[in-house]
């Protein structure tokens, strides 16, 4: 258990819709990274924040954004969902701005009919 | 730009035979560079990671990897595999500057057999 926690587990939704997935880091973390998993793309860096700030972004569609609380979790919304959407998104965390050991929680499996 | 190339999408070893996982980098920089593993239905658990100092590196469950400047490889080995060890391993690199980009490979598929 790497102590990061995303929810929910699953979510089946719509085309059209829109999603809220959440992040809580590891006790002590300030950063918190979005990645998504699909079978065509593989594994691909989505966006960064610390602190609550953004800090990076990678692949991210227009139609997604993310933001981090004071709390220090984080949430990602995705909207007008596509069928290519579906995929697995994991959040990973880490203490440092930038550090490149960042700690996966277990993934929010969508799936999008 | 920095990328990573896993040679092999599946590998089978039989349990107790030694596992290679091949992985050749790219990278403009110096690279830190890192083996995940991934059980099925499970997040990723970060295996072993370089970071410029040692260039054997030995990380969890009995997993190690070498860097090869020369040959801009950081193959993943162990000597004895387990039924355990059956999961899909990501050799991943990020360049300095660009520590939180993570950039994956397509990972490999280890299954071990009886």
């Known amino acids: 258990d790497s102590g990061v926690t995303q929810t929910p587990k699953h979510l089946i939704t719509a085309t059209g819709q829109r999603v809220t997935l959440r992040c809580s880091p590891r006790s002590g973390d300030l950063s918190v990274y979005w990645y998504q998993q699909s079978l065509d793309q593989g594994l691909q860096f989505l966006i960064q924040y610390y602190n609550g700030e953004e800090r990076a972004k990678g692949n991210i569609l227009e139609r997604f954004s993310a933001q981090q609380f004071p709390d220090l979790h984080s949430e990602l919304n995705l909207s007008s969902l596509e069928l290519g959407d579906s995929a697995l998104y994991f959040c990973a965390s880490s203490v440092r701005q930038g550090s490149s050991e960042q700690y996966f929680g277990p993934g929010t499996r969508l799936t999008v009919t | ?114």
């Not at chain 2, 990671?49 to 080995?77: C, D, M, P, R």
Request: net charge positive; glycine share 6%.
């Open chain 2, 1 to 114: 730009a920095q990328s990573v190339t896993q040679l092999d999408s599946h590998v089978s070893v039989s349990e107790g035979t030694p596992v290679l996982l091949r992985c050749n980098y790219s990278s403009s920089y110096s690279p830190s560079l890192f083996w995940y593993v991934q059980h099925p239905n499970k997040g990723l658990q970060l295996l072993l990671k370089y970071t410029s100092a040692a260039t054997l590196v030995k990380g969890i469950n009995g997993f190690e990897a070498e860097f090869k400047k020369s040959e801009t490889s950081f193959h993943l080995t162990k000597p004895s595999a387990h039924m355990s060890d059956a999961a899909e391993y990501f050799c991943v690199v990020s360049a300095a500057g660009t520590a939180s980009k993570l950039t994956f490979g397509t990972g490999t598929r280890l299954q071990v057999t009886l």
